[in-house]
């Protein structure tokens, strides 16, 4: 057989597990794979990106939209520090994604050379799995069960370094074929019998739904039983887009600034029953809805992953499978009961969770949510970072069943663009919206060149208040009027969006939002829209003002 080197092993073997895009920034230590490359524009692109950052969040974003491992490359040391945000990022949001790190020679390894970290001990708390190839001749193996470990389970990332030397091997191995076929576990017939009984017998059920590895068919089974029986459905922290929101039976989310309609109906439910969760803080409210580690409503946990069974909360009935699996199981067999209008409730709460009073903001962004609402294509992606202007994106609009949110469960700021970038690649034809802060862009502006150069620009709505709102709002209950390192001097937003070749208009009243975002949308060139909000406009229903004598009131600690 003819031989090859690491770089073309591994591109080969990418390639037959099904890759076709990957984000990276480029290193010396990986040489062999961009030459690699240089032959598969078509079968497996490389977008260049502008920070590993960047490129990693790229790639989490790839694996939540496609179910595929996002695939990202980098150098060592720096390069791999970088992208380390990303990593997490994907392990919180259970995602699955392969980060392939340049790494010093093997014949190197262990002096402190120059970029050398030792990658199981700095990735391996937030990392699936962390390997490194030190044989040519095993890079088909390890590649394989990279990826198998990725999408299997609860998805996540895998790291894996690669000796520069390792990399210019050569070898006659065989190149993978294809991937492996990997199903998830399926429930057995007694527990899905089990969870029936406990559900039909409640009188107040609740199904929270979320995580990742969810495919059309399953998330089609979930609205099925969930309609059929009648029962309320919250999604977890950030899954907004895993059951159609018109539906009767949606009844908001369990995340970050919950409403007091969400919690009550999560501290009244009788049975509950947990779809793929991993019960973080954000969809627990700090784990006060639920008593740890015995809750008084009855749990019914169900995931993908045993090690997430039992975890926090001992369920009064444990189910090992997947989600699609225990849907299509439980759709078969909807259940009714006796429940007064514990649905209809559940419903007329998260109506009402959209009715907000008038902003004082020269932009109002409740009317640019009622907008867009009624304008956005069927197909939209939305995407956002973290800060107080996710509320909007979040809270202020209803994901019909092909539309889809990219959020980070991690809060990391500077998400948005880079996933809207990626969302671009993927799916050109779609209209993508990405919902950033003034600091949250900052992060990652940058990565305006990357979308640029690969021709995939979405629009950018920009919520310029001049703060980190976030911050400002537990500053501002805490130690009221003593602001402190969170005001922002911002730069001329326009001008740098114009500058990487975007349709750019900055906002300043409520009524030239419409005319503004029809031009946006006719852009081909994407677009960025910086719209004038005012930091008093600091959340959907409490002023900054109001925030600050609030925190005025409170008696003092000392």
């Given amino acids: 057989m003819t031989q090859r080197n690491g770089g073309e092993i591994l591109i080969n073997c990418l390639i037959a597990l099904g890759a076709k895009t990957s984000f990276g920034v480029p290193g010396e230590s990986y040489l062999a794979v961009l030459d690699a490359l240089h032959d598969t524009k078509g079968k497996l692109d490389f977008v260049l990106c502008r920070n590993e950052g960047g490129a990693a969040f790229m790639a989490a974003a790839h694996g939540k939209l496609t179910g595929q491992p ?39 390894m262990g002096r402190e050379a120059f970029q050398e970290i030792d990658y199981s001990a700095f990735f391996g708390s937030v990392a699936k799995w962390v390997t490194q190839i030190d044989h040519v001749d095993r890079i088909p193996e ?35 074929t294809a991937p492996a076929p990997v199903h998830e576990p399926a429930p057995s017939a007694a527990a899905v019998t089990a969870c029936l009984e406990h559900l039909k017998s409640a009188q107040r059920p609740l199904i929270i739904a979320g995580g990742g590895g969810w495919t059309p068919q399953g998330r089609a089974a979930l609205e099925s039983f969930g309609e059929a029986s009648d029962i309320p459905v919250l999604a977890a922290f950030r899954f907004q887009d895993l059951y159609d929101n018109h ?88 259940v009714s009961g006796n429940r007064g209008t514990w649905r209809t409730e559940a419903r007329a709460g998260y109506i009402a969770s959209f009715e907000v009073p008038d902003l004082p903001s020269p ?92 021709g995939a620009q979405p629009i950018i709505l920009i919520l310029n208040n001049g703060t980190y709102g976030t911050i400002r709002m537990h500053q501002e209950r805490t130690y ?16 740098i969006a114009q500058a990487y070749g975007f349709h750019a208009e900055r906002v300043d009243t409520t009524d030239a939002f419409t005319d503004a975002f029809e031009r946006a949308l006719a852009a081909p060139t994407g677009a960025v829209l910086d719209l004038n ?4 406009a600091l959340t959907p229903r409490q002023s900054l003002s109001q925030i600050r004598a609030t925190g005025q009131t409170r008696p003092s600690d000392s």
């Fill in 480 to 495: 009221p009027a003593r602001v402190s390192g969170t005001d922002l001097e911002n730069p001329d937003f326009c001008a």
């Fill in 142 to 176: 390890i590649t394989a069960r990279a990826w198998t470990t990725a999408i299997s389970g609860r998805p996540g990332p895998v790291v894996i370094a690669l000796p520069e030397n390792m990399l210019t091997d050569l070898s006659a191995v065989a190149t993978l």
């Fill in 247 to 334: 539906k009767p039976t949606y009844a908001g989310d369990a995340g970050v600034g919950m409403n007091p309609a969400t919690k009550s109906l999560i501290t009244n439910a009788d049975v509950i029953l947990a779809l793929n969760i991993r019960f973080g803080e954000m969809t627990t409210d700090a784990y006060t809805l639920l008593d740890v580690p015995n809750p008084q409503q009855t749990l019914i946990h169900c995931h993908s992953s045993d090690r997430e069974l039992g975890k926090i909360y001992i369920p009064d009935l444990a189910i090992h499978s997947g989600p699609n699996e225990i849907a299509q199981a439980l759709a078969k067999t909807p």
């Fill in 533 to 536: 909000v005012s930091a008093e």
């Fill in 70 to 108: 996002g695939i990202c490359m980098v150098t060592r040391g720096p390069g791999a520090t970088n992208a380390s945000i990303g990593v997490h990022t994907a392990a919180q949001d259970s995602v699955p994604m392969l980060l392939f790190i340049g790494q010093v020679g093997t014949d190197l």
């Fill in 363 to 454: 932009v109002d962004m409740g009317k640019v949510m009622t907008h867009l609402r009624s304008t956005l294509p069927q197909d939209a992606i939305l995407t956002n970072g973290a800060g107080n202007f996710a509320t909007w994106p979040n809270k202020f609009f209803r994901f019909g069943p092909d539309q889809r949110l990219l959020a980070p469960q991690s809060g990391a700021m500077g998400y948005g663009l880079p996933a809207a970038i990626a969302a671009k690649v993927t799916h050109p034809d779609r209209t993508i919206i990405c919902f950033a802060g003034d600091g949250d862009f900052q992060m990652n502006c940058p990565e305006l060149g990357t979308a640029m150069q690969a």
